[in-house]
């Protein structure tokens, strides 16, 4: 039996999310699977991921077969290099240990991309929002400004005729 590690598809017209399982390469896309290995969700920004990887690497160790879709996600959380290092402990190259501490500064290293990525995001959408602002409040400003001329002209042609009209009065 041909193992393959897939999305399967879920949620509603438009708003996918999928659920990242082994299953027999022969079944139907959202039919019947072996493992349930994690959940996808491309709906958020950024795009969430939540994934067994221990499990993931069993899967792939025993000949499984990732989707491109799937492989890109397993790399993404690390699954990946995970099973390549476990195959390096396996060959002698490294030591347990040595593949671990690795995998952790990889790990650590991609969470502070990826809390990077999400300060950026936020940052960007604060400043889209004052921005917005700032221009609403400067075409409010123009439209007061547009209104406030004809009061602000008729009130200087007033005190124009007064003055004109007051000399005129002590000249009699």
């Known amino acids: 039996m041909s193992v393959k590690i897939r999305l399967q598809r879920h949620g509603k017209k438009g708003k996918p999310f999928y659920w990242?399982?082994?299953?027999?390469?022969?079944?139907k896309r959202d039919g019947k699977f072996l493992e349930k290995l994690g959940v996808y969700n491309p709906n958020t920004n950024p795009a969430t991921i939540e994934l067994d990887v221990d499990g993931s690497v069993k899967w792939l160790q025993n000949g499984a077969q990732p989707t491109e879709t799937a492989k890109r996600l397993l790399s993404y959380k690390g699954a990946m290099l995970k099973n390549h290092l476990a195959g390096g402990v396996r060959?002698?190259?490294?030591?347990?240990?040595?593949?671990e501490e690795k995998f952790n500064a990889w790990v650590?290293?991609?969470?502070?991309?990826?809390?990077?990525k999400e300060s950026n995001l936020s940052d960007a959408?604060?400043?889209?929002?004052?921005?917005?602002?700032?221009?609403?409040?400067?075409?409010?400003?123009?439209?007061?400004?547009?209104a406030q001329p004809e009061v602000v002209a008729d009130t200087?042609?007033?005190?124009?005729?007064?003055?004109?009209?007051a000399p005129a009065d002590s000249e009699e």
């Not at 990242?20 to 079944?27: F, K, Q, S």
């Not at 650590?108 to 990077?116: D, F, H, N, P, V």
Request: charged share 35%; aromatic share 0%.
């Open 20 to 27: 990242i399982v082994a299953a027999d390469a022969r079944a």
């Open 91 to 99: 060959k002698g190259a490294l030591t347990e240990e040595q593949a």
């Open 108 to 116: 650590e290293e991609k969470a502070s991309r990826i809390s990077a």
């Open 125 to 146: 959408a604060q400043k889209a929002k004052a921005d917005a602002l700032a221009a609403e409040k400067a075409v409010n400003e123009a439209r007061i400004a547009a």
């Open 156 to 165: 200087e042609d007033a005190p124009a005729a007064d003055a004109d009209a």
